[in-house]
């Protein structure tokens, strides 16, 4: 017998600013030339490529060597510090990932002041940390530094105040603050598509952001549009299995659940799901909210079956348990 499972709200959309931490690269003028340079712009392209286990590993060496190399108050040990402590936040690993960036800070402010652009990276990576804890108050204060210390120093249209202005608006977002997150991702959007490329994964980004902003006011047919348009983006620049491409999969999903469309909401979460197992693996916290979505689909379609499979993975998951990944879609019966 299949016990009738309650109804509860779908997961909130994937992707709100979480992608817009800043990774630190190595300076043209670092000296003397080392194993350090090397490692960091490895780190970096397995970051990119969505490789984070991997770049982990490779992270840590990274750190070693610039503390071995330069001592452990020098910039470059404060890029890896950021750096390491970015791959933690984005696997979820919020513990490891704090001191690190705690750490990071005080060297900055130690070799620039309290007001340098390194600083402000510092900061907004604190910030990204404080929001994904849902310490509000202390991630506006990190978030709103930043952005000063940017507009002050690079000026009200360069590329990483308008990152400031995403990541702030994120916040607003998750405070249920719309008007002041459309408006901030719009200033944000219109500075990067000036800057880059139309088709950058930037810009992907904060269409994905609005996205989320309209979907939240009803605004469906406009969040489908700027939807899509990012999901082309991260597909053609970086990959049909990029985490990125399954964060647009999962919010496309999102939609067509809400419009009833739950057929095809049912195949784009299971896309979305085959994704983050592969990239940030079975238990991580964006995996359990695809489970979530995915197992909700399900019911909807009458596949009762399927979705307890599903929700008994997540209860696997929240137990502390790895399960055995099933990835069969709710339409396979």
């Known amino acids: 017998m299949v016990v009738a499972h309650k109804e509860r709200t779908m997961r909130g959309f994937l992707g709100i600013v979480g992608g817009m931490a800043l990774f630190v690269l190595a300076s043209v003028f670092a000296a003397p030339q080392t194993g350090w340079e090397e490692l960091n712009e490895q780190v970096i392209k397995l970051y990119f490529q969505g490789k984070y286990g991997r770049a982990v590993k490779l992270a840590q060496q990274a750190l070693d060597t610039a503390e071995r190399t330069f001592g452990d108050n020098h910039p470059n040990t404060a890029k890896s510090l950021n750096n390491l402590g970015l791959l933690y936040k984005t696997l979820g690993n919020y513990t490891q990932a704090e001191p690190l960036y705690k750490r990071a800070l005080t060297v900055s402010e130690k070799n620039h002041g309290t007001n340098h652009p390194a600083v402000a990276t510092a900061l907004n990576n604190l910030a990204e940390l404080a929001k994904a804890r849902s310490r509000y108050t202390e991630a506006e204060l990190y978030y709103k530094r930043a952005l000063m210390i940017r507009e002050k120093h690079l000026g009200p249209a360069h590329p990483k105040v308008a990152i400031s202005l995403n990541n702030l608006a994120g916040l607003y977002f998750a405070r249920g603050r719309y008007a002041d997150a459309e408006s901030l991702y719009s200033r944000a959007l219109a500075i990067c598509e000036k800057t880059f490329d139309p088709n950058h994964p930037t810009v992907a980004q ?128």
């Open 206 to 333: 904060i269409l994905n952001n609005l996205s989320a902003v309209y979907s939240s006011q009803g605004r469906f047919a406009e969040a489908r549009r700027f939807c899509e348009r990012a999901l082309r983006i991260w597909e053609r620049k970086l990959g049909p299995e990029h985490p990125q491409t399954a964060t647009a999969l999962n919010n496309l999903a999102m939609l067509c659940y809400h419009r009833q469309k739950y057929i095809e909401a049912e195949q784009l979460f299971i896309r979305a799901l085959k994704i983050r197992e592969k990239t940030l693996g079975p238990a991580h916290p964006e995996v359990v909210a695809v489970l979530e979505n995915t197992a909700r689909c399900c019911r909807k379609n009458g596949n009762f079956e399927q979705a307890k499979e599903f929700q008994q993975r997540i209860e696997q998951i929240k137990c502390g348990k790895t399960p055995t990944s099933d990835k069969k879609g709710c339409t396979e019966r």
